[in-house]
């Protein structure tokens, strides 16, 4: 069965920083293109990142988290992180990791399956 046990959600001040993990099993963790989204309550869901295949060459990020946030994989350890560094108030939600292939024209992944979220909180 394919499995995405995400991770390191937590309390945080407005600017400071968290970092999440992703371990992944289940299938060939390389050959599929892993990514991140978001769901605040009452909002819809929103892209965060996703990073390609193999030796994940390209990485997209959504709008509101370009030069905040830093996606980066394992293959060794079937890992993803996600390095969310000045974080708003607004990064507020239930973090989920995915597992699909990235849509280059759209600039984000398109998932296949996913599990359950870690939820990040901002707040003073």
């Known amino acids: 069965d394919v499995q995405l046990q995400a991770s390191g959600g937590g309390l945080v001040q407005p600017g400071g920083s968290l970092t999440l993990s992703c371990v992944a099993s289940?299938?060939?963790?390389?050959?599929?293109?892993i990514g991140w989204f978001r769901q605040a309550p009452g909002k819809a869901r929103e892209d965060v990142s996703c990073i390609s295949a193999y030796s994940g060459g390209t990485i997209s990020y959504g709008d509101s988290v370009k030069g905040r946030f830093v996606l980066s994989r394992d293959n060794a350890k079937d890992t993803v992180y996600l390095q969310m560094n000045s974080l708003k108030p607004e990064d507020t939600a239930a973090y989920y990791c995915?597992?699909?292939?990235?849509?280059?024209?759209?600039?984000?992944?398109?998932?296949?399956?996913w599990g359950q979220g870690t939820q990040v909180t901002v707040s003073s």
């Open positions: 289940g299938f060939d963790f390389e050959d599929y293109a």
């Open positions: 995915g597992m699909g292939i990235l849509r280059h024209g759209l600039g984000r992944c398109e998932f296949d399956s």
